[in-house]
């Protein structure tokens, strides 16, 4: 396969749009794409003439604006290309209008009050920053979403806003280190997606995969990732199969799928793409989430985006890998070979760290979810804390310019292997710390809380917009300076002073680190529920509001969309466990329990004394026991909790109460499994999911 050729066919891109739109046209679609200006709205009747024709030429008979409502999900209502005429033919269709705007039904999403469900009306507008694509015979048309009033209803319109807000305050950063070429200052991301991959047929057999997309009962499997032999190893072949496919089809999609690997765990994998513009990488980054589940499908397996589908072994995250970079291409968070040196670099590094910590509260907002909250802290995931890894180096440099001494300034080391063979290596300046929260890794920081099913949105509407207030700070400062080499200095050393509590380069896992951290005053927020609320704060409210991201409205409309959907994941996956406790599980434990009752009978009748068979008996009564008084305890708590009408007492009941109960249940049922006859227990067990592919 030609992939150089095939990249990018199924996507309008700037090479279609180079050869199919008038000069003119082209570069004021151009200007509004990569400047960051606004559209020219005569342009729209010209590209979508030139869209509809490329794209029916791709085989497309069906248009969709295409956005991102907040149901983690993508959506979009598809139209024909099609009007009748008078002599009843049909005519092929598509405006400037069609292209710029559409109204999707407002009232059938998520909008934390601010819509009534008979206020229907919404829009979806164009968003020409993102190239629209063809898929399944539909072009889809990149869109932000809004209610009839005009706030946002979507993850594309707050990111888009922060984009703004953060280009708009570094430039003025730039301008006053001499920068007059720059335009503007793109965000840029890289998200590396984890999930697992599972037999179809398996699949199939269990209700809790179906529903809830993780595993509510199942024993520790005999081997799990104890020999580290599944990471980075060999790809079995249908896996490959599957990665191969993916691959094309994410190509052709314009999706940058770079690597493919092996993670931690059995039936674990990993897909990184190369950067792209904030905006991009999240649309792609749901585009890739999309594909993966139904190109497994077409393999007869299920792909598991869920953070924690399986206990006992990793769960899946996805690495928001986050950058400053210019229109021109210069990298702002590229510290170069002297970076005690590079000033406007250490400028943008003091912001960073002065916004995560001012707002690290916030940041464990943008990764929280119900099922995040089964991953983070494990031996997998960083621990329910921010903090920022620098390295031993950069931490110097400040340190030292903020105590007005003079920076280490040692040479690059080169790291030899002993091998004469073999080339000697430059080592960086630190070594990558993967227990970090938030890590600096060369000209990039890395974000590694985010969970696997989430959009990155979130994550990057907080690091923009908080990046950016301090910014703003700076610039007002620098701008007001007598002295202007003087008060970068003092920036730095205001930086260290205040906010260096945020900088932990040591094992976040450790009890120590934890303590530790409470000294230093930092936020532990251990459940979602906890870190909902900060969504609520006066402080994030203005932030927001001063950066013109979110509106006190919508703030507080998506804490309430945030608390009510882990009310209902929480809410299924309990009663998921009921049922599969009472229609599968418990009557297989009775089945199993008569039969050995059975034989145990018959060796009595026989003069055989089993002392063995006796004892495992009882246990058995003890388990039935226990699990008929934990399914019906976790009904009636249920049953208290549907009487509850206040979203966040919900949810706190259902973490207090709820969760417990679950936990209970399943530790019974699980101890079950391990001593029910194979034959008699009717759900595949985590070694014919994680083993048996």
């Known amino acids: 396969?030609?992939?150089?050729?095939?990249?990018?066919?199924?996507?309008?891109?700037?090479?279609?749009?180079?050869?199919r739109l008038p000069k003119s046209v082209y570069q004021s679609l151009v200007k509004t794409s990569r400047e960051g200006l606004k559209l020219d709205p005569s342009v729209a009747e010209v590209v979508a003439g030139a869209m509809k024709e490329w794209a029916i030429e791709q085989g497309a008979t069906h248009y969709?604006?295409?956005?991102?409502?907040?149901?983690?999900?993508?959506?979009?209502?598809?139209?024909?290309?099609?009007?009748?005429?008078?002599?009843g033919r049909m005519v092929s269709e598509f405006s400037g209008k069609a292209l710029v705007m559409s109204e999707p039904d407002a009232s059938s999403f998520p909008s934390g009050g601010l819509r009534t469900t008979f206020e229907a009306r919404g829009y979806t507008a164009w968003d020409p920053t993102s190239p629209a694509f063809v898929r399944d015979g539909t072009l889809f048309i990149p869109t932000a979403f809004c209610s009839y009033t005009g706030e946002a209803l979507d993850e594309k319109t707050p990111l888009l806003r922060s984009m703004q807000a953060i280009s708009k305050e570094a430039m003025r950063i730039l301008h006053l280190f001499g920068n007059m070429t720059s335009k503007n200052v793109v965000?840029?991301?890289?998200?590396?997606?984890?999930?697992?991959?599972?037999?179809?047929?398996?699949?199939?057999?269990?209700?809790?995969?179906?529903?809830?997309?993780?595993?509510?009962?199942?024993?520790?499997?005999?081997?799990g990732q104890e020999l580290d032999d599944h990471y980075c190893g060999r790809i079995k072949l249908r896996v490959a199969e599957y990665m191969k496919d993916l691959d094309k089809n994410l190509w052709g999609l314009g999706v940058t799928a770079k690597t493919k690997h092996n993670e931690a765990a059995p039936a674990q994998h990993e897909l990184a793409p190369i950067y792209a513009n904030a905006n991009i990488a999240c649309d792609h980054n749901q585009l890739t989430m999309e594909l993966m589940r139904i190109i497994a499908k077409k393999h007869h397996m299920a792909c598991l985006l869920h953070e924690k589908p399986f206990n006992y072994v990793n769960g899946s995250g996805k690495h928001n890998n986050w950058s400053l970079t210019t229109d021109d291409g210069i990298r702002l968070l590229e510290p170069g070979k002297t970076p005690w040196e590079n000033v406007q670099f250490l400028t943008?590094?003091?912001?960073?760290?002065?916004?995560?910590?001012?707002?690290?509260?916030?940041?464990?907002m943008s990764a929280s979810c119900a099922g995040n909250d089964s991953r983070l802290g494990g031996f997998e995931a960083p621990p329910a804390?921010?903090?920022?890894?620098?390295?031993?180096?950069?931490?110097?440099?400040?340190?030292?310019?903020?105590?007005?001494?003079?920076?280490?300034?040692?040479?690059?080391?080169?790291?030899?292997?002993?091998?004469?063979t073999l080339p000697n290596l430059p080592m960086d300046d630190s070594d990558r710390n993967r227990t970090s929260p938030f890590a600096f890794t060369g000209n990039k920081f890395e974000f590694r809380m985010v969970g696997s099913s989430q959009s990155i949105a979130m994550a990057n509407v907080v690091l923009n917009t908080s990046v950016a207030d301090v910014l703003c700070e700076f610039a007002d400062r620098l701008e007001k300076a007598a002295d202007f080499d003087l008060e970068v200095k003092n920036i730095i050393s205001d930086t260290m002073e205040k906010y260096s509590d945020i900088i932990f380069n040591g094992n976040n896992y450790s009890n120590e680190w934890i303590e530790e951290a409470k000294r230093r005053g930092l936020p532990i927020l251990?459940?979602?529920?906890?870190?909902?609320?900060?969504?609520?704060?006066?402080?994030?409210?203005?932030?927001?509001?001063?950066?013109?991201?979110?509106?006190?409205?919508?703030?507080?409309?998506?804490?309430?969309?945030?608390?009510?959907?882990?009310?209902?994941?929480?809410?299924?996956?309990?009663?998921?466990?009921?049922?599969?406790?009472?229609?599968?599980?418990?009557?297989?434990?009775?089945?199993?329990?008569?039969?050995?009752?059975?034989?145990?009978?018959?060796?009595?009748?026989?003069?055989?004394?089993?002392?063995?068979?006796?004892?495992?008996?009882?246990?058995?009564?003890?388990?039935?026991?226990l699990i008929s008084a934990d399914t019906d305890t976790l009904t009636d708590a249920l049953n208290t909790a549907s009487d509850i009408s206040d979203i966040p007492e919900h949810a706190k009941y259902l973490l207090d109460k709820i969760k417990p109960a679950m936990n209970s249940l399943r530790s019974h049922v699980d101890e079950a499994e391990t001593i029910v006859d194979r034959s008699v227990w009717p759900v595949p067990t985590y070694t014919d999911l994680l083993h048996r592919m």
């Not at 804390?385 to 080169?414: N, R, Y």
Request: hydrophobic share 40%.
């Open 526 to 625: 251990h459940s979602s529920v906890e870190a909902f609320n900060t969504l609520n704060d006066p402080k994030n409210i203005e932030l927001f509001r001063r950066r013109n991201v979110f509106s006190e409205v919508e703030c507080r409309s998506r804490y309430e969309i945030m608390m009510e959907n882990y009310v209902k994941i929480v809410s299924i996956e309990a009663q998921t466990m009921l049922e599969m406790a009472n229609r599968q599980l418990l009557p297989s434990v009775i089945k199993y329990a008569g039969q050995l009752a059975q034989s145990y009978n018959s060796l009595k009748e026989a003069g055989i004394e089993q002392t063995s068979v006796k004892a495992k008996l009882n246990k058995f009564a003890e388990l039935i026991e």
């Open 1 to 19: 396969m030609d992939v150089i050729n095939y990249f990018g066919k199924q996507v309008f891109n700037d090479t279609v749009m180079r050869q």
């Open 187 to 223: 965000p840029t991301v890289g998200a590396e997606q984890e999930y697992f991959l599972v037999d179809r047929d398996l699949y199939e057999q269990r209700l809790d995969l179906k529903l809830c997309g993780r595993t509510l009962f199942g024993a520790k499997s005999p081997k």
């Open 385 to 420: 804390v921010i903090s920022i890894f620098l390295g031993d180096q950069l931490t110097s440099i400040l340190k030292s310019i903020a105590q007005g001494d003079t920076p280490d300034t040692h040479a690059t080391q080169t790291l030899q292997m002993g091998v004469a």
């Open 348 to 364: 943008f590094l003091c912001a960073v760290i002065t916004a995560v910590y001012r707002y690290g509260d916030l940041l464990r």
């Open 64 to 87: 969709t604006h295409w956005f991102q409502p907040l149901t983690g999900i993508t959506a979009g209502k598809h139209d024909a290309f099609i009007n009748p005429t008078s002599d």
